[in-house]
C-alpha cells in the first residue's frame, strides 16, 4: 500500500484512480465493536445519529437484537463462525431493514450472502453466493486489489471491510473500495481506537480526493476532525 501510495502522489492521482477506477464519494457502514448489550447499543445509536445508513454487528453480540432495531437501512450481520438461521430470525423479528450476511461459508438462505476469501481457490469456489467479502487486514492491500478484480471478472459483488486499524490503513480501503466500486464497505475499524497517528472521526461518507490516499470527510457533530 505504501508503494501504491507513494506512486499515486507523485503523479498527483488519487489511489482509487491509480487502481483504475475515479474519484467519487463512497458511503461506509458502521462496525458495532461492542460485544455487551448496552454498550453495543449506545455505539450504534452514536453512530446512527451521525449519519450512518448500514450497520455491520457480529451474530453473536448481545446487542444484537436492540442495534437491529435501530432505524438502519441495510444491516450486515456478520457469522464469525458456521452460519444459523437463529440469528437471522432474530434480526427479522425486530427489523424491517434490508439484510446482508457476512459469513465465512456459503449457506442456504433468502437474503444476499458475502463469504469472507483468502485466495483465488476461495473465489473459485463458490457456488450461490452474491458475493465475496474482502479484510484488508486480513489479506492485504494488494492482494485485496487483485482478489476484487478477479471476484468482479467472475461476476461476484464485493464488500471491503477494516477491522480494528488506524485511519492510515482505513483511507486506503476507502480508495480500495472506490475503485472496486464494492457494493458495501465498512471505513468504520479506527473508530475503535482511543489513539491514533491521524484523526478521521466519524465518516459515513468519504470523498476520494487524493493525492495517494488522502481522503475528505464532512466535520461531524462531535467536531472529531476532518481528514486532510
Same mark, same amino acid.
Request: charge should be negative; include cysteine.
Given at each position: 500500500?505504501?508503494?501504491?501510495?507513494?506512486?499515486?502522489?507523485?503523479?498527483?492521482? *488519487?489511489?482509487?484512480?491509480?487502481?483504475?477506477?475515479? &474519484?467519487?464519494?463512497?458511503?461506509?457502514?458502521?462496525?458495532?465493536? @461492542?460485544?455487551?448489550?448496552?454498550?453495543?447499543?449506545? @455505539?450504534?445509536? #452514536?453512530?446512527?445519529?451521525?449519519?450512518?445508513?448500514?450497520?455491520?454487528?457480529?451474530?453473536?453480540?448481545?446487542?444484537? !437484537?436492540?442495534?437491529?432495531?435501530?432505524? =438502519? @437501512?441495510?444491516?450486515?450481520?456478520? =457469522?464469525?463462525?458456521?452460519?444459523?438461521?437463529?440469528?437471522?430470525?432474530?434480526?427479522?423479528?425486530?427489523? #424491517?431493514?434490508?439484510?446482508?450476511?457476512?459469513?465465512?461459508?456459503?449457506? #442456504?438462505?433468502?437474503? *444476499?450472502?458475502?463469504?469472507?476469501?483468502?485466495?483465488?481457490?476461495?473465489?473459485?469456489?463458490?457456488? !450461490?453466493?452474491?458475493?465475496?467479502?474482502?479484510?484488508?487486514?486480513? +489479506?492485504? =492491500?494488494?492482494?485485496?486489489?487483485?482478489?476484487?478484480?478477479?471476484?468482479?471478472?467472475?461476476? =461476484?459483488?464485493?464488500?471491503?471491510?477494516?477491522?480494528?486499524? !488506524?485511519?492510515?490503513?482505513?483511507?486506503?480501503?476507502?480508495?480500495?473500495?472506490?475503485?472496486?466500486?464494492?457494493?458495501?464497505?465498512?471505513?468504520?475499524?479506527?473508530?475503535?481506537?482511543?489513539?491514533?497517528?491521524?484523526?478521521?472521526? $466519524?465518516?459515513?461518507?468519504?470523498?476520494?480526493?487524493? &493525492?495517494?490516499?488522502? +481522503?475528505?470527510?464532512?466535520?461531524?457533530? $462531535?467536531?472529531?476532525? @476532518?481528514?486532510?
Amino acid at each position: 500500500m505504501a508503494v501504491m501510495d507513494a506512486e499515486a502522489r507523485s503523479q498527483g492521482l *488519487p489511489l482509487a484512480e491509480l487502481l483504475g477506477g475515479e &474519484p467519487r464519494t463512497v458511503e461506509s457502514a458502521c462496525s458495532v465493536h @461492542e460485544l455487551g448489550k448496552h454498550g453495543a447499543l449506545r @455505539e450504534a445509536r #452514536d453512530n446512527l445519529s451521525v449519519g450512518y445508513t448500514v450497520v455491520r454487528v457480529r451474530a453473536d453480540s448481545a446487542g444484537l !437484537s436492540s442495534v437491529s432495531a435501530l432505524d =438502519f @437501512e441495510t444491516v450486515l450481520l456478520e =457469522f464469525t463462525d458456521r452460519p444459523s438461521e437463529r440469528a437471522l430470525e432474530e434480526v427479522r423479528s425486530v427489523s #424491517d431493514a434490508e439484510i446482508v450476511v457476512i459469513s465465512p461459508e456459503e449457506f #442456504d438462505a433468502e437474503v *444476499p450472502i458475502y463469504v469472507r476469501v483468502t485466495s483465488e481457490e476461495d473465489i473459485h469456489g463458490l457456488g !450461490s453466493a452474491e458475493g465475496v467479502a474482502l479484510s484488508v487486514q486480513e +489479506v492485504g =492491500f494488494l492482494d485485496a486489489v487483485l482478489l476484487g478484480r478477479k471476484a468482479r471478472e467472475l461476476g =461476484f459483488k464485493i464488500i471491503v471491510l477494516t477491522e480494528v486499524e !488506524s485511519a492510515v490503513s482505513v483511507k486506503a480501503a476507502a480508495h480500495l473500495a472506490g475503485a472496486l466500486r464494492a457494493e458495501y464497505c465498512d471505513l468504520s475499524g479506527h473508530l475503535a481506537l482511543y489513539e491514533d497517528l491521524e484523526s478521521l472521526g $466519524y465518516a459515513p461518507e468519504v470523498e476520494l480526493t487524493g &493525492p495517494g490516499r488522502e +481522503v475528505r470527510v464532512n466535520h461531524d457533530p $462531535y467536531e472529531l476532525a @476532518e481528514a486532510p
